[in-house]
């Protein structure tokens, strides 16, 4: 058992008859009344996400997990296909427990995390950020430029982002995987 001081984001707990996933948190203490800790829970099973507002001092049931590294290797309809970089043993798990499954490359290596109870995969998470080319996008217009303009550009796993005006087609672009925005232009 933990506590809600043990709260950080990524920690997997037992609540509701479901394992969750804590994707963010804030503790809040305010002026008068007991501090809480306010969270955004997402469901490992379904995929859904909830907010929660645990009291300060509130017993929370973590779940023992593993994390283990895997390289993506191809979709096949709704199903990704992961290869483990110790032991090349593969697994295939359901697009709703990647959290950013529109910016997975193949090749591209995560971190799958496993109940470490009875050995089945929680959730899969993606690198920081990734480095995708752009495949299309519409010339941007000299002149015309406002402050922090972007346009729509398509990458090379077929998400689409919004770029600033002086991207082009075929420059590298690192995205952040958690938000899904443009970071920078990936240098070679």
């Known amino acids: 058992m933990a506590s809600t001081s043990d709260i950080r984001k990524g920690l997997c707990i037992r609540y509701n008859h479901d394992i969750f996933k804590i994707v963010e948190f ?4 305010p002026g008068k009344g007991p501090a809480f800790v306010r969270t955004k829970l997402k469901s490992v099973t379904t995929g859904k996400v909830i907010d929660n507002t645990f009291s300060a001092g509130h017993k929370i049931d973590d779940v ?3 994390t ?3 390289q993506y290797l191809y979709p096949e309809g709704e199903t990704f296909h992961f290869m483990n970089t110790d032991d090349y043993n593969q697994i295939a798990l359901q697009k709703d427990a990647l959290d950013a499954p529109d ?3 193949e ?3 995560v971190t799958i995390i496993f109940n470490a109870e009875d ?3 929680l959730s899969v998470e993606m690198p920081a950020s990734v480095i995708l080319e752009v495949t299309h996008t519409e010339p941007g217009v000299k002149g015309n430029t406002a402050t922090n303009a972007t346009k729509p550009a398509t990458v090379e796993t077929g998400a689409r982002i919004n770029v600033p005006l002086f991207i082009n087609e075929g420059d ?3 995205i952040d995987t958690e938000k899904g925005a443009y970071m920078e232009r990936a240098k070679e």
């Open 26 to 29: 804030l503790h809040v203490k």
């Open 64 to 66: 023992r997990v593993e």
């Open 68 to 70: 283990r590294s895997y």
């Open 103 to 105: 910016l997975l490359k």
């Open 107 to 109: 090749g591209e290596v």
């Open 119 to 121: 050995n089945m995969p």
């Open 172 to 174: 590298k672009i690192k």
